[in-house]
């Protein structure tokens, strides 16, 4: 009996269970055949994925478990092409799609018409917004109602601790260990407005002096306070609006250092010639805007390990200290103009030209700078938290 019905009988039979150890790896290389398929169909007739931007990597699809985005343009040679891959994908693997929990996503400048002649070769059905692994997929400044599921889910938790009495002490230890970590993924990864921080912090401030969302104690001391660190004589209990800037920074770090993944080439093809880095404009996306927030934190934080030297700035760039020259006052020759980088400091063959950092920098920091830590010469330089 299946859902009250009865099913044909179930024969035994052996294979992999739910928990086997091998189950995961099965999984992978039935997506990696799916992947190999994508790449074998693009490269072959060139009708799938997107670019961000005219020079920015082509993204065909992206993959997290047994949740998958496709990105094609809408057009019928692309619908053939998808069918075509998920058919013989089905037929190798053995599984299916269920249209009920598939839908398809149009950009706004799409006409009705074609919409609906395309989900309708599919089946799915059509979506104006999503979520892809708990983040909402919009195009537009993200509001509190896109949130709201995370404020539930603090409130909910406040609410079933709320029938037991519970110390001051336990209620810290609850708020430091699990209020304040469930908005951390939504903090990391998307815009999160600021009344949304504000309405969880109001919940935990309820709940840490009156100990239940019903009655409304006062408040013994000041928010501020409360949100210091323990050794500045607070709880420490994070701040979400401060703590945000800290958690994106390490999305700045790797754009600052050009990591060789997806986002960081997207991100770099469409913001990374500005003069003026983490600088935004209007029309800029909330995802480039939030890497700003944390842009300035990773830069006070962090500094250039030297290598061939080309990427470093000598005056504007940290590399000697955590604080770059033109803000750390030392002994540097201004009669003589800079070199522009790095590089310019090395002799032919790859090591420092001592003449000319004693020329410039004077006795002692040029004996520092001799002594820094370098990489491989021909490598280029690695921004390293400072």
């Known amino acids: 009996m299946i859902n009250g019905q009865k099913s044909n009988w179930i024969e035994a039979s052996c294979g992999f269970r739910q928990g086997c150890p091998l189950s995961p790896y099965l999984f992978i290389l039935c997506s990696e055949l799916l992947s190999l398929l994508i790449n ?37 040679k692309a619908v053939r092409a998808l069918n075509s891959i998920f ?10 799609i269920n249209k009920a929990k598939s ?12 919409k609906r002649m395309i989900a ?52 810290v230890t609850l708020i430091n260990s699990v209020l304040t970590s469930i908005p951390i993924f939504s903090l990391s990864h998307t815009f ?28 013994l001391v000041a928010w501020e306070q409360v949100t210091k660190p323990k050794s500045a004589g607070g709880l ?30 997207c991100f770099q093809a469409k913001y990374g010639n500005r003069e003026s880095i983490f600088s935004t404009k209007r029309g800029d996306s909330w995802a480039w805007k939030l890497i700003c927030l944390g842009g300035t934190t990773a830069i006070q934080n962090s500094m250039w390990k030297i290598g061939n030297g080309s990427n470093t700035r000598v005056m504007e760039d940290a590399w000697v200290d955590p604080n770059s020259f033109m803000r750390w006052p030392t002994f540097v020759n201004t009669i003589e103009s800079p070199p522009f980088t790095v590089e310019q400091f090395f002799s032919e063959n790859g090591e420092w030209n001592q003449a000319e950092l004693y020329r410039f ?16 010469k021909e490598e280029r330089d690695s921004l390293v938290m400072a």
């Open 361 to 376: 920098f004077g006795s002692e920091l040029a004996l520092r700078i001799g002594r820094l830590p370098r990489l491989h």
């Open 192 to 219: 999160v407005p600021s009344n949304v921080m504000a309405e969880i912090e109001k919940l935990i401030r309820r709940f840490l002096w009156s100990g239940n969302l019903n009655s409304n104690a006062a408040h």
């Open 40 to 76: 074998q169909h693009q490269n072959r007739d060139n009708l799938l994925g997107i670019r961000t931007t005219v020079h920015g990597p082509l993204i065909t699809h992206l993959l997290f478990a047994d949740d998958i985005l496709m990105f094609a343009p809408a057009t019928c």
């Open 87 to 96: 058919d013989v994908y089905n037929n190798w693997s053995g599984q299916k």
């Open 236 to 265: 420490g209990i994070h701040r979400l609006e401060e703590w945000r800037s800290i958690l994106v920074a390490k999305l700045a770090f790797k754009f600052l250092n050009k990591e060789n993944t997806l986002w960081v080439r």
């Open 120 to 171: 309708n070769k599919w089946g799915f059905r059509i979506q104006a917004e999503g979520k892809y692994l708990g983040i909402p997929l919009i195009s537009r400044r993200p509001v509190k109602a896109d949130f709201q599921h995370i404020i539930d889910s603090v409130r909910n938790r406040i609410s079933s601790w709320g029938t037991r009495y519970l110390s001051l002490a336990g209620r």
């Open 103 to 114: 839908s398809i996503c149009f950009s706004k400048k799409m006409k009705r018409s074609r």
